[in-house]
């Protein structure tokens, strides 16, 4: 049940673009984005619910696609800071939310100047 | 507001011993978790708690015991330590709302030897 991202890891220079993607094979409710930087807390990003709501980071982007069981977080202009692991959490669809979180194993990205 | 905090920071434990894991937040959330996480490996769930006196298994439950008698505090158990219950253990909490992002307390990192 444990999502699938893609990449494993990532290397941009600042100001370039990026995608981290997150496949399931159940049907989900919603999908949660994290980012932690090395020996941190995971902080939350993104959260997108089946029926298109989402709340998160003004400088961070990403889609659901609900028939695909797939969500995508795209790091635009990235920053320095914007180096850290990502992770995506999945929740499978039931009846509404049952606020419990599947982790995949994250995503290393490195922004070098 | 503290958020999340756990204690202790870090811990060595000799095989077969106990010790409970502290975590306590000030934000009056309803869920609260207990992942473990391992390199390479993403969070996996331990237990999670939906309110006081209500307590569920995870992913990965064994050789782990939680409570929660009030909303602010969730201890974590571990009785008769092994080798493979070292790793990096982290609270969190969200509210019971519908964007139910997770707030995670600095984590525990827990040796077993």
């Known amino acids: 049940q444990q999502p699938v991202q893609s990449p494993q890891a990532v290397i941009l220079r600042e100001g370039e673009d990026a995608v981290i993607n997150c496949s399931s094979s159940?049907?989900?409710?919603?999908v949660h984005w994290y980012r932690q930087k090395h020996g941190e807390a995971p902080v939350f990003l993104m959260i997108?619910?089946?029926?298109?709501e989402q709340k998160g980071h003004e400088k961070i982007s990403a889609s659901f696609n609900e028939k695909k069981q797939q969500s995508s977080l795209y790091l635009t202009a990235s920053q320095l800071s914007y180096s850290g692991t990502y992770f995506c959490?999945?929740?499978?669809?039931?009846?509404?939310?049952?606020?419990?979180?599947?982790f995949g194993k994250g995503t290393l990205l490195t922004v070098n100047p | 507001n503290a958020g999340v905090t756990q204690t202790p920071k870090f811990r060595i434990l000799k095989i077969g011993q106990s010790m409970t894991l502290q975590c306590t937040q000030d934000?009056?959330?309803?869920?609260m978790y207990w992942y473990r996480q391992d390199p390479g490996m993403g969070l996996k769930l331990i237990y999670y708690?939906?309110?006081?006196?209500?307590?569920d298994k995870g992913e990965v439950p064994n050789g782990y015991n939680v409570s929660r008698s009030t909303t602010e505090d969730f201890p974590l158990r571990l009785e008769l330590a092994a080798p493979s219950q070292t790793s990096v253990y982290f609270c969190?909490?969200?509210?019971?709302?519908?964007?139910?992002?997770?707030?995670f307390g600095p984590g525990t990192r827990l040796t077993v030897t």
């Open positions: 159940k049907a989900l409710y919603s």
């Open positions: 708690s939906v309110g006081a006196g209500i307590t």
């Open positions: 997108l619910l089946k029926g298109g």
């Open positions: 959490g999945t929740e499978i669809a039931g009846r509404g939310s049952n606020y419990k979180l599947t």
């Open positions: 934000m009056n959330h309803n869920y």
């Open positions: 969190a909490s969200s509210p019971s709302t519908t964007f139910y992002e997770q707030y």
